[in-house]
């Protein structure tokens, strides 16, 4: 699974985000076309003012086990693959988002 980088803050992760997904969730993991790993992520609400970034950071934070204040975008903004750096023990938050996989 590396659609994470560890780094001494704690995470970096890679998404794949479907904006209006009906539902908010992690929906696994995939290889996009140039063979990264991303973890694929559904939000409900949809991609304006940055409400969908703002809500797939505080799924991320949850997944991981983290606050919310401790998800930020890093890059992506305006595209559907993105990358947030998740502050925390990188260990504890990759074990947190690996069981929410099954």
Known sequence: MAFWTETPEGLEVRVRVTPKGGRDGLDGIAQLA?????????????????????ALGKLLAGAAGVAPSQAALISGATARVKTFRLKGDAAAMRRAIEGKLG
């Open 34 to 54: 140039d063979g990264r790993d991303v973890l694929k992520v559904r939000v409900r609400v949809a991609p304006e003012d940055g409400a969908a970034n703002a």
